[in-house]
Protein backbone atom coordinates (compact mmCIF):
# COMPACT_ATOMS: atom_id res chain seq x y z
CA UNK A 1 0.00 0.00 0.00
CA UNK A 2 1.26 3.41 -0.81
CA UNK A 3 -0.60 6.24 1.28
CA UNK A 4 0.12 9.96 1.52
CA UNK A 5 -1.09 12.98 3.31
CA UNK A 6 -0.58 16.71 1.80
CA UNK A 7 -0.95 19.24 4.24
CA UNK A 8 -1.34 22.73 3.14
CA UNK A 9 -1.99 25.98 5.06
CA UNK A 10 -2.86 29.58 3.74
CA UNK A 11 -5.25 30.44 6.67
CA UNK A 12 -3.29 31.66 9.50
CA UNK A 13 -3.95 34.08 11.42
CA UNK A 14 -2.94 37.13 14.63
CA UNK A 15 1.08 37.91 14.30
CA UNK A 16 1.46 35.07 11.63
CA UNK A 17 0.89 36.23 8.19
CA UNK A 18 -1.19 34.41 6.26
CA UNK A 19 0.51 32.61 2.81
CA UNK A 20 -1.04 32.78 -0.67
CA UNK A 21 0.46 29.77 -1.96
CA UNK A 22 0.43 26.70 0.20
CA UNK A 23 -3.27 25.44 -0.92
CA UNK A 24 -1.81 25.91 -4.37
CA UNK A 25 1.09 23.84 -4.01
CA UNK A 26 -0.98 20.98 -1.79
CA UNK A 27 -3.76 21.01 -5.00
CA UNK A 28 -0.68 20.41 -7.33
CA UNK A 29 1.00 17.76 -5.28
CA UNK A 30 -2.32 15.64 -4.60
CA UNK A 31 -2.98 15.64 -8.55
CA UNK A 32 0.68 14.78 -9.59
CA UNK A 33 0.86 11.69 -6.88
CA UNK A 34 -2.64 10.74 -7.35
CA UNK A 35 -1.68 8.44 -10.59
CA UNK A 36 1.10 7.39 -12.78
CA UNK A 37 2.07 8.82 -16.00
CA UNK A 38 -0.17 5.94 -17.02
CA UNK A 39 -3.17 6.93 -15.32
CA UNK A 40 -2.77 3.51 -13.04
CA UNK A 41 -3.44 4.47 -9.07
CA UNK A 42 -0.44 5.68 -7.39
CA UNK A 43 -0.46 7.13 -3.74
CA UNK A 44 -3.98 6.97 -1.70
CA UNK A 45 -4.39 10.47 -0.51
CA UNK A 46 -5.94 12.68 2.30
CA UNK A 47 -5.85 16.32 2.08
CA UNK A 48 -5.54 18.24 5.10
CA UNK A 49 -6.03 22.15 4.08
CA UNK A 50 -6.33 24.94 6.59
CA UNK A 51 -5.78 22.30 9.28
CA UNK A 52 -6.40 24.60 12.43
CA UNK A 53 -4.72 22.73 15.47
CA UNK A 54 -1.74 21.58 16.23
CA UNK A 55 -3.19 18.50 18.01
CA UNK A 56 -5.47 17.40 14.56
CA UNK A 57 -2.42 17.92 12.15
CA UNK A 58 -0.18 15.21 14.83
CA UNK A 59 -3.44 12.96 14.81
CA UNK A 60 -3.10 12.91 10.92
CA UNK A 61 0.49 12.63 10.69
CA UNK A 62 0.53 9.68 13.04
CA UNK A 63 -2.36 7.66 11.42
CA UNK A 64 -0.19 8.55 8.29
CA UNK A 65 2.84 6.64 9.81
CA UNK A 66 0.66 3.88 11.34
CA UNK A 67 0.41 0.16 9.91
CA UNK A 68 3.13 -1.94 7.92
CA UNK A 69 2.78 -0.26 4.54
CA UNK A 70 5.49 -0.09 1.58
CA UNK A 71 5.48 3.90 1.26
CA UNK A 72 3.97 7.03 3.58
CA UNK A 73 4.42 9.89 2.24
CA UNK A 74 4.39 13.24 4.31
CA UNK A 75 4.42 16.94 2.29
CA UNK A 76 3.99 19.97 4.49
CA UNK A 77 3.43 23.33 2.97
CA UNK A 78 2.88 26.29 5.52
CA UNK A 79 4.83 28.52 7.94
CA UNK A 80 7.76 26.92 9.44
CA UNK A 81 9.84 28.23 12.64
CA UNK A 82 13.20 27.73 14.68
CA UNK A 83 14.10 28.45 17.98
CA UNK A 84 17.16 27.45 20.57
CA UNK A 85 14.99 24.74 21.21
CA UNK A 86 13.33 23.30 17.89
CA UNK A 87 12.10 23.59 14.86
CA UNK A 88 8.32 23.70 14.78
CA UNK A 89 5.72 23.22 11.96
CA UNK A 90 3.29 25.84 12.10
CA UNK A 91 -0.76 25.73 12.80
CA UNK A 92 -2.76 28.74 13.22
CA UNK A 93 -3.39 27.86 16.47
CA UNK A 94 0.25 29.10 17.32
CA UNK A 95 1.19 30.79 20.44
CA UNK A 96 4.34 32.31 22.11
CA UNK A 97 5.62 28.63 23.63
CA UNK A 98 3.47 26.42 22.02
CA UNK A 99 5.07 27.51 17.85
CA UNK A 100 3.51 24.11 16.06
CA UNK A 101 4.04 20.76 15.80
CA UNK A 102 8.03 20.62 17.21
CA UNK A 103 10.18 18.29 14.15
CA UNK A 104 11.44 16.51 17.50
CA UNK A 105 7.91 14.81 17.48
CA UNK A 106 7.57 14.48 13.79
CA UNK A 107 10.63 12.27 14.14
CA UNK A 108 9.54 10.45 17.01
CA UNK A 109 6.82 9.39 15.13
CA UNK A 110 8.99 8.59 11.92
CA UNK A 111 11.47 6.68 14.28
CA UNK A 112 8.61 4.09 15.78
CA UNK A 113 6.67 3.71 12.68
CA UNK A 114 6.67 0.15 10.81
CA UNK A 115 6.16 1.76 7.46
CA UNK A 116 8.59 0.28 5.04
CA UNK A 117 9.54 3.63 3.36
CA UNK A 118 8.88 7.15 4.68
CA UNK A 119 9.24 9.77 2.94
CA UNK A 120 8.96 13.38 4.50
CA UNK A 121 8.54 16.37 2.19
CA UNK A 122 8.39 19.93 3.59
CA UNK A 123 7.91 23.59 1.99
CA UNK A 124 8.53 26.16 4.96
CA UNK A 125 11.22 27.81 5.85
CA UNK A 126 13.94 26.15 8.25
CA UNK A 127 12.81 22.80 6.79
CA UNK A 128 16.63 21.37 7.37
CA UNK A 129 15.99 22.13 10.83
CA UNK A 130 14.43 18.40 10.41
CA UNK A 131 17.31 15.41 10.50
CA UNK A 132 19.94 17.85 11.23
CA UNK A 133 22.39 17.03 13.63
CA UNK A 134 23.67 19.42 16.75
CA UNK A 135 22.72 22.61 17.27
CA UNK A 136 19.17 24.14 18.15
CA UNK A 137 17.51 20.64 17.29
CA UNK A 138 16.97 17.46 18.98
CA UNK A 139 15.22 15.52 16.18
CA UNK A 140 18.63 14.25 14.28
CA UNK A 141 18.35 10.44 14.29
CA UNK A 142 17.01 9.37 10.63
CA UNK A 143 16.04 5.67 10.94
CA UNK A 144 16.40 3.20 8.02
CA UNK A 145 13.66 4.08 5.40
CA UNK A 146 13.53 7.46 5.93
CA UNK A 147 14.20 10.18 3.42
CA UNK A 148 13.45 14.20 4.20
CA UNK A 149 13.68 16.31 1.17
CA UNK A 150 13.54 20.11 2.36
CA UNK A 151 13.16 23.03 0.28
CA UNK A 152 15.40 25.18 2.86
CA UNK A 153 18.54 24.74 5.27
CA UNK A 154 17.88 25.28 8.93
CA UNK A 155 18.72 28.77 8.63
CA UNK A 156 16.87 29.70 5.36
CA UNK A 157 13.21 30.32 4.42
CA UNK A 158 11.31 29.03 1.55
CA UNK A 159 10.28 31.65 -1.50
CA UNK A 160 6.33 31.99 -3.03
CA UNK A 161 6.09 33.05 -6.24
CA UNK A 162 2.94 33.88 -8.78
CA UNK A 163 0.68 31.69 -6.57
CA UNK A 164 3.16 28.96 -5.57
CA UNK A 165 6.49 27.84 -3.80
CA UNK A 166 8.82 27.76 -6.09
CA UNK A 167 10.74 24.74 -4.23
CA UNK A 168 7.09 22.71 -4.61
CA UNK A 169 6.54 24.16 -8.25
CA UNK A 170 9.84 22.10 -8.96
CA UNK A 171 9.05 19.40 -7.44
CA UNK A 172 5.68 18.99 -9.25
CA UNK A 173 7.75 19.24 -12.98
CA UNK A 174 10.05 16.73 -11.14
CA UNK A 175 7.37 14.35 -10.42
CA UNK A 176 5.54 15.21 -13.72
CA UNK A 177 8.73 13.61 -15.32
CA UNK A 178 11.28 16.03 -15.52
CA UNK A 179 13.26 13.76 -12.74
CA UNK A 180 12.54 9.90 -14.44
CA UNK A 181 15.26 8.00 -15.00
CA UNK A 182 15.42 6.30 -18.16
CA UNK A 183 13.15 3.45 -17.28
CA UNK A 184 10.62 5.69 -16.26
CA UNK A 185 11.04 6.15 -12.58
CA UNK A 186 10.89 9.04 -10.16
CA UNK A 187 12.77 8.22 -6.97
CA UNK A 188 14.03 11.01 -3.98
CA UNK A 189 17.43 11.36 -5.38
CA UNK A 190 15.82 12.35 -8.95
CA UNK A 191 13.54 14.57 -7.30
CA UNK A 192 16.65 16.24 -5.45
CA UNK A 193 18.87 16.44 -8.81
CA UNK A 194 16.79 17.88 -10.61
CA UNK A 195 15.13 20.54 -8.25
CA UNK A 196 19.27 21.54 -7.22
CA UNK A 197 20.02 22.20 -10.96
CA UNK A 198 17.00 23.85 -11.33
CA UNK A 199 18.01 26.72 -8.77
CA UNK A 200 19.74 29.13 -9.29
CA UNK A 201 22.67 30.91 -7.07
CA UNK A 202 19.75 33.73 -5.59
CA UNK A 203 17.37 30.81 -3.96
CA UNK A 204 17.27 29.16 -0.92
CA UNK A 205 19.22 25.56 -0.93
CA UNK A 206 17.10 22.20 -0.72
CA UNK A 207 18.07 19.52 1.86
CA UNK A 208 18.19 15.95 1.01
CA UNK A 209 18.70 13.80 3.82
CA UNK A 210 18.20 9.97 3.49
CA UNK A 211 19.05 6.61 5.05
CA UNK A 212 17.82 4.11 2.74
CA UNK A 213 19.06 0.90 1.37
CA UNK A 214 17.35 1.40 -1.69
CA UNK A 215 15.47 4.22 -3.66
CA UNK A 216 11.91 3.79 -3.70
CA UNK A 217 10.03 5.00 -7.07
CA UNK A 218 7.50 8.14 -6.08
CA UNK A 219 6.12 8.04 -9.74
CA UNK A 220 6.21 6.30 -12.85
CA UNK A 221 5.66 7.71 -16.44
CA UNK A 222 6.31 6.64 -19.55
CA UNK A 223 10.03 6.20 -20.55
CA UNK A 224 11.60 7.99 -23.60
CA UNK A 225 12.64 4.77 -24.65
CA UNK A 226 10.83 1.89 -24.66
CA UNK A 227 12.33 -1.01 -22.10
CA UNK A 228 12.43 -3.38 -24.58
CA UNK A 229 14.44 -1.55 -26.50
CA UNK A 230 16.85 -0.86 -23.53
CA UNK A 231 17.01 -4.18 -23.14
CA UNK A 232 18.07 -5.14 -26.50
CA UNK A 233 21.37 -4.08 -25.35
CA UNK A 234 22.96 -7.24 -24.52
CA UNK A 235 21.63 -8.34 -27.93
CA UNK A 236 23.29 -5.83 -29.95
CA UNK A 237 26.62 -5.89 -27.69
CA UNK A 238 28.04 -9.33 -27.00
CA UNK A 239 30.20 -7.58 -24.30
CA UNK A 240 30.18 -4.02 -23.51
CA UNK A 241 33.25 -3.11 -25.08
CA UNK A 242 32.06 -4.31 -29.16
CA UNK A 243 31.82 -2.20 -31.50
CA UNK A 244 28.40 -2.96 -33.64
CA UNK A 245 29.27 -3.22 -37.34
CA UNK A 246 26.89 -1.13 -39.49
CA UNK A 247 26.58 -0.81 -43.83
CA UNK A 248 24.44 0.80 -46.00
CA UNK A 249 21.85 -1.70 -45.85
CA UNK A 250 21.21 -0.52 -42.02
CA UNK A 251 20.06 3.21 -43.50
CA UNK A 252 16.27 3.07 -44.53
CA UNK A 253 16.84 6.33 -46.87
CA UNK A 254 19.49 3.95 -48.88
CA UNK A 255 16.86 2.41 -51.16
CA UNK A 256 16.16 2.81 -55.09
CA UNK A 257 13.12 4.50 -54.09
CA UNK A 258 14.78 7.43 -52.75
CA UNK A 259 15.16 10.05 -55.32
CA UNK A 260 18.84 10.74 -54.62
CA UNK A 261 22.07 9.06 -55.08
CA UNK A 262 22.02 5.56 -53.17
CA UNK A 263 25.01 2.44 -53.03
CA UNK A 264 24.92 -1.07 -52.11
CA UNK A 265 24.16 -3.11 -50.38
CA UNK A 266 20.58 -1.16 -49.74
CA UNK A 267 18.14 -0.89 -47.24
CA UNK A 268 17.55 -4.05 -45.79
CA UNK A 269 13.91 -3.70 -43.26
CA UNK A 270 15.50 -5.61 -40.69
CA UNK A 271 19.03 -3.76 -40.78
CA UNK A 272 17.08 -0.52 -40.72
CA UNK A 273 14.78 -1.78 -37.44
CA UNK A 274 17.93 -2.31 -35.62
CA UNK A 275 19.34 1.17 -36.61
CA UNK A 276 16.31 2.47 -35.50
CA UNK A 277 16.61 0.99 -32.14
CA UNK A 278 20.05 1.99 -32.09
CA UNK A 279 19.28 5.67 -32.50
CA UNK A 280 16.72 5.53 -29.80
CA UNK A 281 19.51 4.39 -27.34
CA UNK A 282 22.11 7.13 -28.75
CA UNK A 283 18.99 9.50 -27.96
CA UNK A 284 19.25 9.01 -24.63
CA UNK A 285 23.40 9.06 -24.29
CA UNK A 286 23.96 5.08 -24.52
CA UNK A 287 24.99 4.63 -27.35
CA UNK A 288 27.02 7.02 -29.86
CA UNK A 289 28.56 5.95 -33.47
CA UNK A 290 31.96 5.43 -34.02
CA UNK A 291 34.77 7.17 -36.08
CA UNK A 292 31.84 8.98 -37.75
CA UNK A 293 29.86 12.53 -36.77
CA UNK A 294 26.53 10.74 -36.86
CA UNK A 295 24.45 7.25 -37.29
CA UNK A 296 23.84 8.01 -40.57
CA UNK A 297 27.29 8.49 -41.96
CA UNK A 298 28.39 5.40 -39.85
CA UNK A 299 26.01 3.58 -41.32
CA UNK A 300 26.41 4.97 -45.17
CA UNK A 301 30.18 4.56 -44.52
CA UNK A 302 30.34 1.01 -42.98
CA UNK A 303 31.61 2.29 -40.03
CA UNK A 304 30.37 1.25 -36.45
CA UNK A 305 28.53 2.37 -33.32
CA UNK A 306 29.66 1.72 -29.51
CA UNK A 307 28.36 1.69 -26.12
CA UNK A 308 29.19 5.18 -23.78
CA UNK A 309 29.83 4.54 -19.69
CA UNK A 310 26.15 5.30 -19.22
CA UNK A 311 25.23 2.64 -21.69
CA UNK A 312 27.89 0.33 -19.98
CA UNK A 313 25.70 1.06 -16.92
CA UNK A 314 22.96 -0.03 -18.26
CA UNK A 315 23.96 -2.96 -20.30
CA UNK A 316 25.38 -4.44 -17.01
CA UNK A 317 21.58 -3.69 -15.30
CA UNK A 318 20.02 -5.65 -18.29
CA UNK A 319 22.94 -8.63 -18.46
CA UNK A 320 21.68 -8.86 -14.31
CA UNK A 321 18.41 -9.05 -15.24
CA UNK A 322 17.76 -5.87 -13.38
CA UNK A 323 15.84 -3.91 -15.60
Not at 2 to 30: E, F, Q
Not at 221 to 244: G, W
Request: with cysteine; charged share 20%; aromatic share 8%.
Amino acid sequence: MRKALIVGINDYRGTLSPLKGCLNDASAMHTVLETNGDNSPNFSIVDLHNVLKKADLKKAIVQLFSGSDDVALLYYSGHGFVNDINGYLVTPDACSYDEGLPMSELMNIVRKSKVRNKIIILDCCHSGTLGSTGGTTSCSEIVLGTTILTASTAEGCSIEIDGHGVFTNLLVQALQGGAADFTGNITPGGIYAFVDQSLGPWYPRPMFKTNVQEFVSLRKVTPQVPIDVIRLLTTFFEKPDDLFPLDPSFEDTNSPEEKHEVIQPYANPSNVAILKSLQKLQSIGLVVPFDAPYMYFAAMQSKSCRLTPLGIHYWNLVKEKRI
